[in-house]
């Protein structure tokens, strides 16, 4: 399985936006990039998923590196229930085998 | 449109027991995958299930098992309970299988082994 790197933890201001990067050099051209986040004492919540192109939805934007080796996940303006767990995933088509990784530890400070 | 309900949320058993937990896939999701989220090791893959077969299988001892109905309901269980399968048991239902489809995650089952 193709595996990802994320920092283990960021901060940022509230209000600010914030970056948060994964590096997936190993990814194959049919997997597709998912991110997911995790609140405190809830299941992980899906966040965005694209292919190849950058995607905007109005939780966040994915940008997506040209060779498709690095991916960020954009959260425009950070609120104080932005914080959570981060993952991002690579999703092989047929398989709901999803490998998680540690993910990236978002703080939000007021 | 309810989501995924997982029961019970919170259990507590000794060790040497057996546990089934519940849960109940979105209306109309097929598939309903099961993972184990410990603060060591983090969410890891237990099964997938997909129309009363399980396709897919994470590297877990037997005493996990887990099993589809007809109406996609899932149950899984763990037998002969060890103090370290204390975790967060979450379920998560799909529609099918590509690359492009989204879990859904129920808020999970907290179990407690003494």
């Known amino acids: 399985d193709a595996k990802t790197t994320q920092p283990n933890s960021m901060e940022s201001n509230e209000e600010e936006p914030v970056h948060l990067p994964c590096n997936h050099s190993t990814i194959s051209g049919t997997d597709y990039i998912h991110w997911y986040r995790q609140l405190p004492s809830q299941g992980p919540e899906y966040v965005i998923h694209g292919l190849t192109s950058n995607v905007n939805n109005r939780m966040a934007s994915l940008a997506i590196a040209e060779d498709r080796k690095s991916s960020t996940l954009i959260l425009h303006r950070a609120t104080l229930r932005d914080a959570a767990v981060y993952y991002c995933i690579l999703r092989a088509p047929g398989a709901n085998n999803l490998f998680f990784g540690t993910g990236t530890r978002l703080t939000v400070i007021p | ?114």
């Open chain 2, 1 to 114: 449109k309810a989501g995924v309900t997982q029961t019970p949320r919170y259990l507590i058993k000794t060790r040497g027991q057996q546990v089934t937990l519940s849960c109940s896939p979105i209306s109309g999701h097929r598939s309903v995958s099961w993972y184990q989220q410990t603060p060591g090791q983090g969410l890891q893959f237990l099964f997938e299930y997909f129309s009363e077969t399980q396709r897919n299988k994470g590297n877990f001892p037997g005493r996990f098992s887990g099993r589809q109905f007809s109406n996609s309901r899932s149950e899984m269980n763990v037998s002969t309970l060890e103090l370290g399968d204390s975790a967060l048991y979450l379920c998560a239902s799909s529609l099918v299988f590509s690359g492009a489809n989204v879990l859904t995650f129920g808020a999970g089952s907290r179990l407690t082994v003494l």
